[in-house]
């Protein structure tokens, strides 16, 4: 089963663990560093959590069925959703997307649970809220350009590349990354596609965005 809502107050601590563990994973830290990183993290999850309702961070709970028995319900990723210029972040990564254009990012999914379609379904949770939130219908992402996977997902999703980093990049000791975007349908069509995968799913039974 996976639920997948918008992040509560008390859900914060722990939506910032998971936050930092991947980026200290991402960025090649040690482990010493996941403290430091949380602390940050977390200042910045407070800072986007006063943006609501033009941001929200979305979380997902994974619960596995073991031979008809439940496991313990888990965190198993999160995700942030922009959707106007007044949630916009002020120091988004580069090549820039469009300040009044909805933007989808940080998306982490727990390492044990990965390759099990919980970052599918986070994306196509994240366009359904927007779709019911505002009314602007392209939306962006960053994806680096190792990142061979969620490019992968994020193409089949239906995301082209719009820009990408220059190589001069390279001299800040980034990762080069693609800027991405997609036209999405009308509301309706969105929510039925999204209803219709979940319907489809025997382990992936219920979504409240």
């Known amino acids: 089963m996976l639920l997948i809502r918008v992040m509560q107050e008390q ?11 991947s980026f200290a994973e991402s960025m090649l830290l ?19 959590r006063a943006m609501m309702p033009h941001a929200a961070t979305l979380i997902a709970f994974h619960r596995r069925d073991t031979d008809g028995e439940l496991e313990d319900i888990q965190l198993a990723g999160t995700v942030e959703v922009t959707f106007d210029k007044l949630g916009a972040n002020s120091s988004p990564p580069t090549p820039t997307p469009p300040k009044d254009a909805p933007y989808i990012c940080n998306m982490t999914v727990k390492k044990s649970l990965r390759r099990q379609g919980i970052g599918w379904h986070l994306l196509k949770a994240s366009e359904e809220l927007i ?18 996977a969620p490019l992968n ?19 800040t000791f980034q990762r080069r990354k693609h800027l991405m975007y997609k036209q999405l349908p009308p509301a309706i069509n969105i929510i039925a596609e999204t209803n219709s995968l979940y319907d489809d799913d025997k382990n992936l039974a219920q979504t409240d965005v």
């Open 131 to 148: 779709s019911q939130m505002s009314l602007a219908r392209e939306v962006y992402l960053h994806c680096r350009m190792i990142d061979s």
């Open 30 to 48: 040690p482990k010493a560093y996941v403290k430091l990183l949380a602390f940050l993290v977390k200042q910045y999850l407070i800072e986007r």
């Open 153 to 171: 997902m994020y193409s089949k999703a239906g995301y082209s590349i719009f820009k990408t980093d220059s190589v001069l990049i390279l001299l």
């Open 11 to 21: 859900e914060m601590d722990m939506t910032v663990e998971l936050l930092a563990e």
